[in-house]
């Protein structure tokens, strides 16, 4: 049986410590490519480069291990990869990002999380694996944590590849760990949270006078049961299944249909047709 082919990426760039430290974990567990943005590209979301010529450079990191960088994002990666290194993956995996991942607000815009949501755009079974630390130093300084999140990384990509992928209807499956992780560190399939940040706005002024502005965030209280609360209330590994499918589900959207039938009706007076037959659209599967 031919060895599983495993697409690494992440988007903090080619040299962060969490992309050594998943390649370690899988790399004796398939035929592992290694694929990364050059520089870091966080909060990139699903975003592809479409204004300037992509390249990608062959080097050797990690001892002598050949590793290939880009100057694009992370979802571009997948494209790049499938054209240049392989033309199909049965996994990628994506991180380990520094910075968790948890809520739907953060999940939105995470570079890592968007490099494994691409893939399973193009049913690749992909993982994305984040972890709640300030500092790329921080995983390396502390071994422990460094050898147990290996552990948790490397049961998790068996179980996917043994199955031949992920339960039926989940397209991503998003893995946060604690600051730091031990033997007992609990476990928790959760839901994402909706929120994790109180967004704010800074406005500041440079030398000049010139005004600009700084985007932060403050912590809000955690949902119990949530990602955000498993990882840091808990110190827990957050499980989290997400799916692709935007729309709503099948009774959301015929609750909707009817009270949105009165937006059409609207929307078709104003073009001058009249009411008209409504067309109805069948429920998404």
Same mark, same amino acid.
């Given at each position: 049986? =031919?060895?599983?082919?495993?697409?690494?990426?992440?988007?903090?760039?080619?040299?962060?410590?969490?992309?050594?430290?998943?390649?370690?974990?899988?790399?004796?567990?398939?035929?592992?490519?290694?694929?990364?943005?050059?520089?870091?590209? +966080?909060?990139?979301?699903?975003?592809?480069?479409?204004?300037?010529?992509?390249?990608?450079?062959?080097?050797?990191?990690?001892?002598?291990?050949?590793?290939?960088?880009?100057?694009?994002?992370?979802?571009?990666?997948?494209?790049?990869?499938?054209?240049?290194?392989?033309?199909?993956?049965?996994?990628?995996?994506?991180?380990?990002?520094?910075?968790?991942?948890?809520?739907?607000?953060?999940?939105?815009? +995470?570079?890592?999380?968007? =490099?494994?949501?691409?893939?399973?755009?193009?049913?690749?079974?992909?993982? =994305?694996?984040?972890?709640?630390?300030?500092?790329?130093?921080?995983?390396?300084?502390?071994?422990?944590?460094?050898?147990?999140?290996?552990?948790?990384?490397?049961?998790?990509?068996?179980?996917?590849?043994?199955?031949?992928?992920?339960?039926?209807?989940?397209?991503?499956?998003?893995?946060?760990?604690?600051?730091?992780?031990?033997?007992?560190?609990?476990?928790?399939?959760?839901?994402?949270?909706?929120?994790?940040?109180?967004?704010?706005?800074?406005?500041?002024?440079?030398?000049?006078?010139?005004?600009?502005?700084?985007?932060?965030?403050?912590?809000?209280?955690?949902?119990?049961?949530?990602?955000?609360?498993?990882?840091?209330?808990?110190?827990?590994?957050?499980?989290?299944?997400?799916?692709?499918?935007?729309?709503?589900?099948?009774?959301?959207?015929?609750?909707?249909?009817?009270?949105?039938?009165?937006?059409?009706?609207?929307?078709? +007076?104003?073009?001058?047709?009249?009411?008209?037959?409504?067309?109805?659209?069948?429920?998404?599967?």
């Amino acid at each position: 049986m =031919a060895a599983a082919k495993i697409l690494v990426t992440n988007d903090d760039g080619i040299y962060s410590p969490g992309l050594r430290l998943l390649y370690e974990a899988v790399r004796t567990r398939g035929r592992a490519y290694v694929l990364a943005p050059e520089t870091p590209k +966080s909060a990139s979301g699903l975003g592809i480069t479409l204004h300037k010529p992509l390249r990608i450079q062959r080097i050797k990191l990690w001892g002598n291990e050949t590793v290939y960088m880009t100057n694009g994002t992370p979802s571009d990666v997948i494209y790049l990869a499938l054209e240049e290194l392989s033309p199909s993956f049965d996994l990628v995996v994506s991180g380990v990002n520094i910075g968790d991942n948890t809520s739907i607000q953060v999940i939105l815009s +995470s570079g890592t999380i968007g =490099a494994a949501a691409q893939a399973a755009l193009l049913g690749i079974p992909g993982v =994305a694996f984040s972890a709640n630390v300030d500092d790329a130093s921080e995983f390396e300084e502390d071994r422990g944590t460094w050898e147990n999140m290996k552990r948790v990384i490397g049961a998790i990509v068996d179980w996917v590849l043994e199955r031949g992928g992920l339960p039926e209807g989940v397209d991503v499956l998003s893995v946060n760990f604690p600051r730091r992780v031990r033997r007992d560190t609990p476990v928790k399939i959760v839901p994402a949270a909706r929120v994790k940040f109180l967004q704010k706005v800074s406005v500041l002024y440079d030398p000049r006078g010139r005004k600009y502005y700084w985007l932060y965030g403050t912590l809000v209280d955690p949902e119990p049961d949530t990602d955000v609360y498993a990882v840091h209330v808990e110190g827990a590994i957050a499980l989290t299944p997400l799916t692709l499918n935007v729309n709503l589900r099948s009774e959301e959207w015929e609750k909707a249909k009817r009270i949105l039938s009165g937006l059409s009706d609207a929307v078709r +007076s104003a073009l001058g047709a009249g009411a008209g037959k409504r067309e109805e659209a069948p429920a998404p599967a």
